[in-house]
């Protein structure tokens, strides 16, 4: 009796532990990114972070629909290097305007 009692505990101990494990995966979507010629660039947002331009930039926060990332974030988070509007795509860096789209 104690040999089976001990199986379902082994056994519940594991089933108890699958779904635990499974919460620890990243999760991540990653853009394809275009600029008004046509050009393609890869963005992956992952966490709290955004991977974009061979760089990795912070999330500094949201206003409204706006995501902000920076590599370092301003006190002002509409300073921010990069704005982001995850329901349209659109993407603005200091410097260019990109349309992305989810892969």
Not at 51 to 61: E, K
Not at 67 to 77: E, G, H, M, N, W
Not at 83 to 89: A, D, E, L
Request: hydrophobic residues 35%; glycine residues 6%.
């Amino acid at each position: 009796m104690k040999s089976t009692y001990r199986q379902l505990s082994i056994h519940l101990l594991v089933i108890l532990f699958i779904p635990l494990s499974a919460c620890e995966r990243e999760t991540y979507t990653s853009w394809n990114c275009k600029n008004s010629s046509g050009e393609k660039q890869a963005m992956v947002l992952k966490k709290a972070q955004m991977q974009f331009t061979g760089g990795q930039l912070n999330y500094c926060g949201s206003l409204g629909e706006k995501s902000y990332f920076d590599a370092s974030c301003p006190a002002l988070i509409q300073d921010a290097q990069i704005v982001f509007v995850p329901s349209t795509g659109h993407l603005l860096d200091r410097t260019k305007e990109l349309q992305c789209e989810a892969l």
